[in-house]
């Protein structure tokens, strides 16, 4: 079988209780058809739906297994949901978007890392890489976190702070260990508490917290991204179904999460209701925070119409995961959509989650 292309199918698989259409999102039965495919195919191995629509939601499950409380390794999806834990913080005034991060940590300085602040590690514009050169070995070594924070502090910047902009999970690595600074909390406990906690998001974890390997979906590793340990025969111990990277509790890519769960995040920005976060704090977050010739970030979210596809808004927010994940809402159209899926973004183009977004979009 070809997984380079995507395949067809015409066995239903594992649907959720059906609704009449007119009761239903539009687009959904698009979006229904393109998952249960990909599923009775054996192209994606598990995945699930959520769509909300001025009001109206539904929530659907496909694979082997998996249910509608299934929970996904988010990938860059735990992005904003760690950086809602630290813009908790801003709320109560503990920090300014424009403070240095060497402010916070003082080792950060050198080769013009004195000029990042922390709008820079936020908005993907501070220089930082992505990933860490050694990353593969530090994983193989089962590195705690505050290995990976000590070594990103001494990442050379490729640009100058505020010149361009590069995708940096290390970026987000920082930021989020300056909520850790200021509070004494560790990343896993403060998501729990000042995210999942007041969104009762019920089938979540940064991490594992309360859960267990057993209780998380399985990722389709054989087509991960090299950082992922994708084609290393030795990387069982540390690639993405690894104890030690689900426990790890990463903030640029290890919070597990149900689709409806996601969606209950997206919705405390979409509606700005102040369960989490004041709501012009919310609204800062899902507007670009970039300057004009240089790619639209909001604070730790992707935002733009490219998110859902044709028929989004500018306003459109949310974020993708390099695991097969995707998820955005439209304020234009009161619109929620998450994709979450076991088969790994790179595997093929386009991927399952944009076709099943598509009509999503294309119904606003």
Request: with cysteine; charged share 20%.
């Amino acid at each position: 079988m070809d997984r380079r292309h995507f395949l067809l199918g015409s066995v239903a698989v594992g649907l959720s209780t059906q609704v009449c259409a007119a009761d239903q999102p539009s687009g959904l039965d698009e979006a229904d058809k393109v998952l249960r495919q990909a599923a009775a195919s054996g192209q994606v191995k598990a995945a699930t739906l959520h769509v909300l629509k001025k009001g109206s939601a539904e929530t659907r499950a496909y694979g082997d297994g998996a249910t509608t409380d299934s929970m996904f390794l988010l990938g860059s999806i735990s992005k904003p949901i760690c950086v809602t834990a630290l813009m908790r913080l801003y709320d109560l005034n503990e920090f300014k978007l424009d403070d240095k991060l060497s402010k916070y940590l003082p080792k950060f300085t050198g080769d013009g890392k004195e000029n990042v602040t922390l709008r820079h590690v936020l908005t993907h514009t501070s220089g930082l890489p992505d990933q860490l050169a050694n990353n593969a070995d530090l994983r193989r070594s089962h590195a705690p976190l505050a290995r990976f924070v000590e070594t990103a502090q001494q990442a050379p910047l490729s640009f100058a702070p505020g010149s361009s902009y590069q995708y940096s999970s290390m970026g987000i690595l920082l930021a989020t260990h300056v909520a850790e600074l200021l509070t004494g909390k560790d990343i896993l406990s403060l998501v729990q508490e000042t995210v999942f906690h007041p969104l009762k998001m019920q089938h979540s974890a940064q991490g594992l917290g309360r859960f267990s390997l057993e209780d998380m979906v399985p990722a389709q590793t054989e087509f991960a991204a090299p950082e992922a340990g994708s084609g290393d025969p030795t990387a069982k111990n540390w690639d993405w179904n690894s104890l030690y990277w689900r426990k790890l509790g990463a903030p640029w890519g290890t919070t597990h999460a149900s689709a409806p769960d996601v969606a209950k995040f997206l919705a405390e920005y979409l509606f700005a209701k102040g369960a989490v976060l004041k709501p012009e704090t919310a609204r800062l977050m899902r507007s670009n925070q970039n300057p004009a010739g240089i790619k639209p970030r909001g604070i730790g979210f992707d935002v733009g119409s490219q998110l859902g596809g044709s028929g989004c808004s500018e306003e459109t927010f949310g974020h993708t995961g390099s695991t097969g994940t995707l998820a955005w809402a439209d304020p234009a159209t009161e619109t929620i959509c998450v994709v979450l899926t076991s088969l790994p973004a790179r595997a093929v183009d386009p991927h399952p989650r944009q076709l099943a977004s598509a009509p999503i979009a294309a119904n606003g």
